[in-house]
C-alpha cells in the first residue's frame, strides 16, 4: 500500500537554528500538506500546497516557515530560525484530485528545538 | 471560526463490545467529515469519510453518523480489538482540516 514517508523520525536542533523535515507523498497524489502536533494537543494546519503554490496557510506559518517541491517526489518544509515554541510532531500529508479529502499522513518528525 | 470538539477524552471498552465516540461540531457550512485513528507515535491513519448529503455510511467494522440538525458526528466500532485502542480524530473539511481534540480508546479483556 503506498504511503507517506517523512525524514527523519526526530531532529534536535538549538533555538535559532534552520531545520529541514522532508517527505514524500503519495506519487500520483497532487495535493500536499504539513501539519503539526504540540504533545497531548491536537493537529494543526500549517500549509496546504498544489501546483508548486501554497493554497492555504494558517497564522502558524509565519515568515519563518516556507514549503518547496525541489523535485517530482520530495515536498520539504523548512523552518528559518527555531523558536522553542516549534518543538511538536510534524506531519507530512498528500491527498489525490481533491484538496482536503482523504489525506493520507506519514509518521511525522519529532523536532525538539532546544 | 469553526470548532470541533469531542465528548470525552477518555472512552473504555471490553474487548468484543460496540464502542461509540462522539464529536460535536460549530461550522454549519461544513460538508466534508473525517474520521482518523492515531497509534501512539504514528501519524493519523484515514478510517471513513461522510459527506453533508448523507447521514450514515459504513466501513468495515465501523460506521459514521452525521446528524446535521444538532452538528454531531459519531463513529461506532463493532466489536471491538485490542488491535482499535487510539486516539480518534474527528475533523471537518473546508479549506482545510479542522481536527477536533482526540479520544482515547482503551479496550480491555
Known amino acids: 500500500e503506498p504511503e507517506v514517508t517523512q525524514t527523519p523520525s526526530h531532529q534536535v536542533t538549538q533555538m535559532g537554528q534552520e531545520v529541514i523535515l522532508r517527505c514524500v507523498p503519495i506519487?500520483?497524489?497532487?495535493?500536499f500538506y504539513w501539519y503539526r502536533q504540540i504533545l497531548g494537543q491536537k493537529v494543526e494546519f500549517l500549509v496546504s500546497?498544489?501546483?508548486?503554490?501554497?493554497?492555504?496557510k494558517s497564522e502558524i506559518f509565519d515568515d519563518q516557515f516556507s514549503v518547496e517541491r525541489p523535485d517530482g517526489s520530495n515536498f520539504t518544509l523548512k523552518i528559518r530560525s527555531t523558536k522553542l515554541e516549534d518543538s511538536a510532531m510534524y506531519f507530512c500529508?498528500?491527498?489525490?484530485?481533491?484538496?482536503?479529502?482523504?489525506?493520507?499522513f506519514g509518521s511525522g518528525t519529532q523536532l525538539s528545538v532546544l | 471560526g469553526e470548532s470541533v470538539g469531542l465528548h470525552l477524552p477518555t472512552l473504555s471498552v471490553q474487548e468484543g463490545d460496540n464502542s461509540i465516540i462522539n464529536c460535536a461540531y460549530s461550522?454549519?457550512?461544513?460538508?466534508?467529515f473525517i474520521w482518523y485513528k492515531q497509534e501512539s507515535g504514528k501519524g493519523p491513519q484515514f478510517i471513513i469519510d461522510?459527506?453533508?448529503?448523507?447521514d450514515k455510511r459504513q466501513g468495515q467494522r465501523v460506521t459514521v453518523l452525521l446528524n446535521k440538525t444538532v452538528k454531531h458526528l459519531s463513529l461506532q466500532i463493532a466489536a471491538t480489538q485490542p488491535g482499535d485502542s487510539a486516539v480518534y480524530f474527528c475533523?471537518?473539511?473546508?479549506?482545510?482540516?479542522?481536527f477536533g481534540t482526540g479520544t482515547r480508546l482503551q479496550v480491555f479483556p
Open positions: 500529508a498528500s491527498s489525490g484530485t481533491v484538496p482536503n479529502e482523504k489525506l493520507f
Open positions: 506519487s500520483n497524489h497532487l495535493y
Open positions: 461522510i459527506r453533508s448529503n448523507m
Open positions: 500546497f498544489y501546483n508548486n503554490e501554497i493554497s492555504e
Open positions: 475533523a471537518l473539511g473546508t479549506d482545510k482540516l479542522i
Open positions: 461550522n454549519s457550512a461544513s460538508d466534508y
